[in-house]
């Protein structure tokens, strides 16, 4: 056989080779990185009552775990420099912290300076109160995370909203979460998006991703069994590689586990969650060991 006739015999076989490898992957899936969280957070809400028994204890174990970057939800009578000495102690960074609603209206300025020496870049308001859910209080509470997203800014910071499930509740044929994102400036305020609350009001998160591209810099990151129970990541039926697929589009720069009531605790006689026997740490160590085995 003449060499030229080995050169085209190779190259034939390596172009067949090549078209088998590639009929080999589903289409289109070939092109796709696949693609891991490195960061991953923890919303300390979480861990509240381990929190509340050993501050710098219960972070270290977090840190031993493989969390990151932690989401503050009140100090424990820890100074804001003690919190971030801590932090930088165990390698560990607060890009965000939960402050209510009372305290932006009456105490913005100091919750900007703690923010500031804890090293945050976000201060969310995670929860609006019961008696201030009708469609006047979501325009006027709009104006207000401008208004205080104006100050943010001022000083390098950024306002954020956490959604639970009422915001998407109609109200004369309203959804006052559409009214939030509408009203609030995306260079004022940031949406932190709680995956398991907007998905336990039926509402599907994606359009949103699609509809307000940028706006979500934030996740809570918890998961839903079949009756609709909060339960640790990895243990019930919400699809995270999909809807973390949507990261360019969405914004996303950070992933906060959370779980309301970890371990089931136990409230009237009654479990109040689906988390696993052994309380809070146990539930964090079984969601972060599901998400760094995530690919997306």
């Not at 870049?121 to 709009?142: Q, S």
């Not at 995370?145 to 390098?156: D, H, T, V």
């Not at 479990?271 to 995530?294: E, P, Q, Y």
Request: hydrophobic share 40%; with cysteine.
């Amino acid at each position: 056989m003449h060499m030229n006739d080995i050169l085209q015999s190779r190259r034939t076989l390596l172009k067949a080779a090549a078209a088998l490898s590639m009929a080999a992957v589903p289409w289109g899936l070939h092109a796709a990185p696949s693609r891991r969280l490195k960061n991953i957070g923890l919303q300390l809400y979480t861990l509240r009552r381990e929190m509340a028994q050993d501050f710098t204890g219960t972070l270290a174990k977090v840190a031993a775990l493989g969390y990151s970057e932690m989401e503050f939800a009140g100090y424990f009578d820890k100074s804001s420099k003690e919190v971030r000495q801590i932090l930088d102690q165990l390698g560990m960074t607060s890009p965000a912290t939960h402050i209510p609603l009372p305290m932006i209206r009456d105490n913005l300025e100091t919750e900007i300076e703690t923010a500031l020496i804890i090293g945050q870049k976000y201060m969310v308001v995670p929860f609006i109160p019961p008696n201030e859910r009708t469609l006047d209080h979501y325009h006027r509470n709009a104006e207000l995370l401008n208004r205080a997203g104006e100050a943010c800014k001022s000083a390098g910071l950024q306002m954020g909203y956490h959604n639970h499930n009422f915001e998407f509740a109609a109200t004369d044929s309203q959804i006052p979460y559409d009214i939030l994102l509408a009203e609030t400036d995306p260079e004022l305020v940031a949406m932190e998006m709680d995956l398991f609350w907007i998905m336990y009001a039926g509402v599907d998160p994606i359009p949103y991703f699609k509809k307000h591209p940028g706006r979500f810099a934030m996740l809570h990151v918890k998961d839903m069994d079949s009756s609709r129970r909060m339960v640790d990541v990895g243990s019930g039926s919400i699809d995270f590689a999909e809807l973390f697929s949507y990261r360019n589009t969405a914004g996303f720069k950070h992933y906060f586990v959370e779980h309301d009531n970890p371990g089931g605790r136990r409230s009237g006689g009654r479990r109040t969650g689906g988390g696993r026997a052994g309380g809070g740490l146990t539930s964090v160590a079984a969601s972060i060991k599901a998400l760094r085995n995530l690919v997306f």
